[in-house]
């Protein structure tokens, strides 16, 4: 009889993540699951293992969870109550390694399919190898790039064609210098601090980049080709 209903509950949060048309799902849903209809919920997706399928909802500092596992992503459903997603985030990191992605709130079980695919661009924005849960109102441009895989690679090939023939050691260095840079909110001083070097080679370097992708850090609209193109190389492009 365990197995029965657990079994009813995989399929009732299966069907509700993959959004499949029914015109009741979302009332039998929570009279299956013990969860309100309506009310406050996120999507968290993870790259971890946990033992079990799914486990029953568990209170946590005021929000429900209902963990869902499938392939390799950990999927929790979570009801909210009057916490925010930065609570969630906060329970998340507190108990999970990551990398993970957190989705944003809707208002009811019936939007739990579009909150699990938010939560699923979120977590592209994790690079390869690692940590920590991020928050898609955090990631936006990030995930929006990610999200299309062929017009990454079109745009890291348009701003970064000249720098994929480079040797990977010195291409790796000028990547590495511009991320630095940004992170650093365009100050050469602290990312020189961060990079073991003076301030005239990160400026050094950044001409040169410069020069090899034919865009200028100091012109808006090139600077943010030349960031979506950092975040696509770094997340989705063959490095």
């Known amino acids: ?94 108990r999970c390694p990551g990398p993970g992605g957190v989705g944003p709130v809707v208002d009811g079980l019936a939007e739990l399919d579009r909150a699990r695919r938010l939560a699923e661009a979120a977590l592209l924005t994790c690079a390869p190898g690692s940590t920590g849960i991020v928050r898609l109102d955090e990631r936006l441009t990030t995930a929006l790039v990610v999200s299309q895989p062929e017009l990454s690679a079109r745009l890291v090939a348009e701003v970064f064609g000249p720098l994929l023939t480079l040797e990977p050691a010195d291409r790796a260095l000028l990547v590495e210098t511009l991320d630095a840079w940004l992170e650093c909110d365009g100050s050469a001083g602290r990312a020189a601090g961060r990079l073991f070097c003076h301030r005239n080679t990160v400026f050094n370097r950044l001409r040169r980049l410069e020069t090899l992708t034919s865009r200028s850090l100091s012109r808006p609209r090139e600077l943010i080709e030349m960031t979506l193109a950092l975040d696509a190389f770094r997340l989705t492009a063959v490095r």
Not at 44 to 51: D, I, P
Not at 66 to 84: F, K, N, P, Q, Y
Request: aromatic fraction near 4%.
């Open 1 to 94: 009889m365990q197995r029965r209903s657990d079994e009813r509950v995989r399929a009732l949060l299966d069907a509700l993540l993959e959004g499949r048309a029914s015109p009741d799902l979302a009332e039998r849903a929570a009279a299956g699951l013990g969860l309100p209809e309506r009310g406050r919920y996120a999507v968290a997706v993870l790259r971890a293992e946990r033992r079990g399928p799914v486990h029953r909802v568990v209170d946590v500092d005021g929000m429900r969870f209902l963990w869902r596992t499938r392939a390799d992503r950990e999927i929790a459903v979570v009801g909210l109550g009057d916490r925010s997603l930065a609570d969630l985030t906060a329970v998340l990191v507190g």
